[in-house]
């Protein structure tokens, strides 16, 4: 089982970079493949960005690619999401989960076992 806690969301401007982190507790963070979903009012929660286990593998939504980026270090528990040139169609509140999954994570909610409380993300100008 995993604990996991996000931070660093917050009011930004469009055009802003703000980084989310989501840190695990317990010792088995290297076995889960990790991902970012967001959740828009009144909206369903939709999938954001994913990473493998190792971190060699990862994967986006096509809205996001080229201005996220999601890693991990597996030393400190810590999933992150770096996010650049925001626009107001990403405020949202932003989850991190976590899946027992090899190879290329998951894109579907339900393939996720943990998750996060969840980190208000507000652009706007």
């Known amino acids: 089982q995993v604990r996991l806690v996000e931070s660093g969301g917050g009011s930004v401007q469009p055009g802003d970079s703000l980084r989310l982190s989501c840190a695990a507790s317990?010792?088995?963070?290297?076995?889960?493949?990790m991902g970012w979903f967001r959740q828009a009012p009144g909206r369903e929660r939709q999938f954001v960005a994913a990473i493998s286990r190792t971190g060699p593998i990862t994967v986006y939504t096509d809205s996001v690619k080229g201005r996220f980026t999601i890693s991990r270090d597996n030393a400190k528990k810590t999933l992150y999401l770096q996010m650049a040139d925001l626009k107001p169609e990403d405020t949202a509140v932003y989850y991190c989960?976590?899946?027992?999954?090899?190879?290329?994570?998951?894109?579907?909610?339900?393939?996720?076992?943990?998750w996060g409380q969840g980190t208000q993300v507000t652009v706007s100008s």
């Open positions: 317990g010792d088995t963070f290297k076995m889960y493949a």
């Open positions: 989960a976590a899946e027992q999954r090899l190879g290329t994570p998951s894109q579907l909610i339900r393939s996720y076992d943990y």
